[in-house]
């Protein structure tokens, strides 16, 4: 069965840091490309940041404080998210992506499989 379990979310202070995991179970993570999307109260999912054959993408708002990373032993997924700002709160998803162009990576509509989302809260 395939499935992707996201964790690290929690409450941190602006500035600050957490490392998300989306570890796979079910399938190998180096045969896919994998997603991080994130979800504010009353907003529409955005894409935050893609990973694939060695290729990393990332959401303007985020370049230079997150990195996406991927450990094909423990078949999880990072997502290294630093300088926190309030507007980075959200539930955050990790998702498998089915053939994309890279081009497309942020469309929702081209992963098939879905985590569960953990929350993260940026405030003092």
């Known amino acids: 069965e395939v499935q992707l379990q996201a964790s690290g979310g929690g409450l941190v202070q602006p500035g600050g840091s957490l490392r998300l995991s989306c570890a796979a179970s079910?399938?190998?993570?180096?045969?896919?490309?994998i997603g991080w999307f994130r979800q504010a109260p009353g907003k529409e999912r955005e894409g935050v940041s893609f990973?694939?054959?060695?290729?990393?993408f990332y959401a303007d708002s985020v370049k230079g404080r997150f990195t996406i990373s991927r450990d094909n032993a423990k078949n999880t997924v990072y997502l290294q998210m630093n300088n926190l700002k309030p507007e980075d709160t959200a539930v955050y998803y990790c998702?498998?992506?089915?053939?994309?162009?890279?081009?497309?990576?942020?469309?929702?509509?081209?992963?098939?499989?879905w985590g569960q989302g953990t929350e993260v809260t940026v405030s003092s």
């Open positions: 998702a498998r992506a089915s053939r994309l162009p890279f081009s497309l990576w942020r469309v929702s509509s081209y992963y098939t499989f």
């Open positions: 079910g399938f190998a993570l180096d045969d896919y490309g």
């Open positions: 990973i694939n054959v060695g290729r990393k």
